[in-house]
């Protein structure tokens, strides 16, 4: 566009005579701006908050507390069914070990027949105290 259509002025003119034009406030003003903080006052306060956590903690150190009595019930009972059946496992064990004791001082006086003064089921040490095998296994798997 021209200035003169714009100005209202035919022709060109000096800056000084062409008319000021500014814009402004509308009338009435401009609504106000809102500068301050606006925190929203909606949801939990913080007493609250602070209790529902507390009970959120408190039902699960119970819960905790419950889960220890159940466990600890429970291996009271295993322990138990164990103590229970333990003279029955060492019976088992003792019979097994008589027979094969018995294997073993056969196969002691079949091989030492020949010494002279050997004597079946005499401990090599004077200890005056028996002791069973250690590994469970009455000798090992040699001959």
């Not at 000084?16 to 701006?33: E, I």
């Not at 159940?70 to 291996?75: D, E, N, S, T, V």
């Not at 322990?79 to 097994?96: G, N």
């Amino acid at each position: 566009m021209t200035e003169s259509i714009i100005r209202n002025k035919p022709g060109m003119a000096s800056v000084k005579d062409m008319p000021l034009l500014q814009d402004g406030p509308p009338p009435g003003g401009f609504a106000p701006v809102r500068y301050a903080r606006r925190i929203p006052t909606s949801g939990p306060s913080a007493m609250a908050i602070f209790l529902a956590t507390f009970g959120a903690f408190s039902w699960g150190m119970y819960q905790v507390g419950v889960g220890n009595k159940k466990r600890r019930a429970l291996k009271e009972e295993k322990y138990a069914a164990r103590r229970a059946i333990l003279p029955f496992l060492q019976a088992e064990e003792d019979e097994r070990f008589v027979k094969e004791w018995k294997k073993y001082l056969e196969e002691e006086a079949r091989i030492m027949k020949d010494v002279p003064g050997w004597k079946v089921d005499e401990s090599v040490y004077h200890s005056g105290r028996w002791m069973p095998p250690a590994t469970g296994e009455l000798r090992p798997e040699v001959w």
